[in-house]
């Protein structure tokens, strides 16, 4: 399958990119909280304290029915300083379910008090635990995504490039299941560490003040894509005045050249963060798009929107 590249918009300047979630959903706002999960029970790897900050957890949504047993970790965003766990993570787990899809928000580590690799580990451990868990919630275990939003599509671009297939000699069994997502969806994310393309504050966070130059190039993952990097569904928009569009393109090139299906929406318009962009005419089309690109892979059954 060749990748496909659907630009929405001028792309005179192709140098700032944005766009996110936030559709209707049926689910009653009344509704219980589903209970979160430890990913560490007996304590995160690398932790500095005890507190909730430093007990990475997944927050499980699960559909009635999930027709083609699918199921994708989001990774909210916010710079490696915080996470948007509403906008980029409880609006996107609904709007996923509506549509029949399981959903698994993550809360991982970040900075100051995090760098990498923790933020990494605690995402690898997300998609472990989910393909571990398949069977008992109706998963297809080569049926499970990563999305992300901004510096979330960092953490998730990273997963998707930099992944083991387990270790069978674990004593926990979570760590025997391999880390590679089937598929990413990128959400205006941020993906180069490099100066002039990446996000500053994400940069700082994740890798300090005086950022290694060895771990900006690792983690700069235009760089890191190979024939096995997983299907990709971007989008990003043009006067994204936070996360220059660039990172989206030269990823999406990285793609192309190594021929893993991609594809990438590049709107004209479009505030960073900007979720299920409802208020927003053109930016609102991007769920539907990405619905029909889940459905071209067997991973969301079509939609009537």
Known sequence: MLPRLILHGSLACLFAGATLLAAQSTTSPTAPAPAPIVLWPNGAPGAVGDTPLDKPV???????????RTA????????????????EGTQIAHWLNDRGVAAFVLTYRYGPRYHHPIPLLDAQRAIRYVRSHASEDSIDSNHVGIMGFSAGGHLASTTGTH??????????????????????????????????ITHNG?????????????????????TQVTPQTPPT???????????????????????????????????????HGSGLAQDNPQ???????????LHLHGWMESGAE
């Open 58 to 68: 997944l927050t499980p949504y699960l559909p009635a029915q999930n027709p083609t």
């Open 72 to 87: 994708i970790v989001v990774c909210p965003g916010g710079g490696y300083a915080m996470l948007a766990i509403d906008k």
């Open 163 to 196: 992944f083991d297939n387990g270790n069978p000699d674990a004593t926990d069994p979570i760590e025997h299941a391999g880390s590679r997502p089937d598929f990413m969806v990128l959400a205006y994310p941020v993906i180069s560490m490099q100066p002039g």
């Open 202 to 222: 994400s940069l700082h966070h994740l890798l300090g003040e005086e950022p290694n130059p060895m771990f900006e190039n690792e983690l700069s993952n235009e």
């Open 233 to 271: 569904f971007l989008f990003s928009t043009t006067n994204d005045e936070t996360v220059p569009v660039m990172n989206s393109v030269l990823f999406y090139e990285a793609l192309l050249r190594s021929g893993v299906p991609a594809e990438l929406h590049i709107f004209e318009q479009g505030h």
């Open 283 to 293: 930016l609102r089309m991007w769920p539907i798009l990405l619905q029909n690109w």
